[in-house]
């Protein structure tokens, strides 16, 4: 069925790094992508999606684009700030034979120090 | 802003009580799912719904259950909790197959 890597933390960085979170994929089909946030003590938000290969998505400064011929949807921003510690999950749409679930990556926690 | 919501935010309870943990959400969406969340981070899926009067257990074996009478409505239930119960549990729903999911601020239950 679908399965969904992410690259191991936690990552920490300084403010105004570059930040690039890896995750590739394996799915049947054409499934969606997301990149989902959560912030300590809260639940899981949605940061960006993309529906169909080649389709960026982007929100509050990250960018991930859907690539089918290398199976990755990598998570980059270009300055990271203390507001960005988080846990960030990278999660597809699961098949048919999977109940149509959304299928989540372990979860990378970022700390970002000043 | 989604319209999910979760209660309690925080619960601390004896072992052996029984609990309900609420999940509720007004965007009208028929799949629902909860999520166990382990200290380490990772999501276990242990029970979803694809609407009223429909329940399937989830990959993670739990011992709650959860019922579905209203497409609204989608809580959990501990006959007897036990100090392993321990943990973050979240809420979630989806409208269709390919979309995102909403999910809940979570309920982080404590069993002593």
């Known amino acids: ?114 | 802003e989604a319209d999910i919501y979760q209660t309690p935010r925080y619960l601390v309870i004896g072992t052996g009580k029984k609990i309900t943990l609420e999940c509720s959400q007004t965007m009208g969406h028929d799949k629902m799912y909860w999520y166990q969340q382990d200290p380490g981070m990772e999501l276990h899926l242990i029970h979803y719904s694809y609407g009223v009067n429909s329940t399937e257990k989830g990959d993670l074996s739990s011992e709650s259950t959860v019922s579905r009478i209203r497409t609204e409505h989608f809580p959990l239930t501990l006959e007897s909790a036990r100090p392993s119960h321990t943990s973050q549990y979240l809420c979630a729903s989806r409208g269709g197959a390919l979309t995102e999911a909403f999910f809940g601020q979570g309920t982080r239950l404590t069993v002593v």
Not at chain 1, 13 to 34: H, Q, R, V
Not at chain 1, 90 to 114: D, H, M
């Open chain 1, 1 to 114: 069925g679908n399965s969904v890597t992410q690259m191991e933390g936690p990552v920490t960085l300084s403010e105004e790094a570059f930040l690039t979170i890896n995750c590739t994929y394996t799915a049947t089909g054409y499934p969606s992508l997301f990149w989902y946030v959560q912030y300590p003590g809260e639940g899981l938000q949605l940061l960006l999606k993309a529906t169909k290969a080649d389709d960026k998505g982007s929100n509050k400064g990250f960018e991930a684009t859907y690539r089918k011929e290398t199976t990755s949807f990598h998570l980059e921003k270009g300055s990271v700030q203390v507001s960005d510690s988080a846990v960030y999950f990278c999660a597809l749409t699961g098949n048919y034979n999977q109940g149509g679930k959304l299928i989540f990556g372990q979860g990378t926690e970022l700390s970002v120090k000043p």
